[in-house]
């Protein structure tokens, strides 16, 4: 299963943080950090993620303003709940020496007031709209936090769990249980089907109009990656599909999902949309795209995998700096 390297990871991805696991069991220097005046924390309020907008430039088609995380200082995030308990993420390695980063959860129904700050959005509203490894930054801290405070009581026995390993495990309190909870990340595939020069895009209701995207859907227990994509598909679709491929993979933290995208080629069936999973589902030739306003559809926003699976097709897996794994 060959991963097609790109020299841009997809977005949420390819961070580079050196998560210094080895620190993770160290009490004392953790404590230490919490109050260094040096340390920073992301911040997680109601799932959103705390940026404010900078004068870069992203190209984008609609030309939109570029965003940068807003990282507080140790005493700005005081206002984490439960206070002081934070998720370490890993050092930032800068020119100045290594700052431990943590992640916090900020609780109230209004949002926190942070001396204007930055705003608190929704991070697959501006995934696209950060660096890479900001990007990534915050896909990991959101992702953390928010399966840390989904398991405050233990699965096992229902008693309540405390906070290990820098927020990297949840141990049950119950006497006679003392189970361990790690953090999930539930894996999906995502699939480009393609027939000779035509793609196979779907359409669910709650996204915006006229957007088309590729199919996809979580891993079932008892199943292997391939065969969720060949049952998927058939399900929504009512095609068969042959020769999976493996594409590459995006951290998709709403709330814990790890997008593992594929290529198909249809081998039979004929296509009859599943109404409960999608409204509609067409198949698009390589011409349609290029006229894709007049035929009234739109592409997947930058943020996902299903954005790259369709380009990199369309530009024949050639262009915009793919090439083969192996290849220095
Ligand atoms: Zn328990």
């Not at 700005?76 to 439960?82: T, V, Y």
């Not at 080629?265 to 009859?272: A, F, I, K, S, Y």
């Not at 011409?287 to 592409?299: K, N, P, T, W, Y």
């Not at 024949?316 to 220095?328: C, E, I, L």
Request: with cysteine; proline share 6%.
């Amino acid at each position: 299963m060959a991963e097609v390297v790109h020299r841009t990871p997809n977005p949420f991805a390819g961070g580079g943080l050196d998560r210094a696991m080895e620190r993770r069991a160290d009490d004392a220097w953790l404590t230490a950090r919490k109050s260094d005046p040096s340390s920073r924390v992301v911040p997680v309020w109601r799932s959103c993620s705390l940026v404010r907008e900078t004068s870069r430039e992203v190209a984008t088609e609609a030309a939109e303003a570029g965003y940068d995380p807003v990282l507080l200082t140790p005493a700005q995030a005081e206002i984490s709940e439960p206070p002081g308990e934070w998720i370490f993420l890993g050092l930032d390695r800068g020119r100045e020496g290594d700052r431990a980063l943590f992640a916090a959860a900020v609780s109230g129904s209004r949002e926190p007031v942070l001396a204007g700050v930055g705003t608190f959005v929704d991070l697959r509203r501006v995934g696209a709209l950060l660096e890479q490894r900001e990007g990534s930054l915050l896909a990991y801290a959101r992702a953390v936090v928010t399966w840390s405070r989904r398991h405050r009581f233990c699965g096992t026995c229902g008693s309540p769990t405390r906070s290990g390993q820098g927020g990297h495990v949840r141990r049950c309190e119950g006497e006679a249980c003392g189970a361990e909870h790690f953090p999930r990340t539930d894996p999906a595939i995502i699939v480009l089907v393609t027939d000779g020069d035509r793609c196979l895009l779907g359409r669910k209701a709650i996204w915006p109009d006229g957007v088309y995207s590729t199919l996809a859907g979580f891993v079932e227990p008892g199943e292997s990656v391939s065969e969720a994509v060949v049952r998927e598909v058939r399900e929504e679709s009512g095609i068969e599909v042959g020769a999976v491929r493996y594409r590459s993979s995006q951290p998709w933290p709403f709330p814990a999902s790890l997008m593992l995208g594929f290529r198909a080629e249809r081998v039979g069936g004929e296509l009859r949309v599943a109404r409960q999973e999608l409204v509609d589902a067409r198949w698009f030739g390589r011409s349609d795209f290029a006229r894709r306003r007049e035929i009234g559809f739109r592409l997947p926003g930058r943020v996902s995998i299903a954005r790259r699976l369709i380009e990199d097709w369309l530009a024949g897996d050639r262009s915009r700096g793919n090439v083969p794994a192996g290849t220095p």
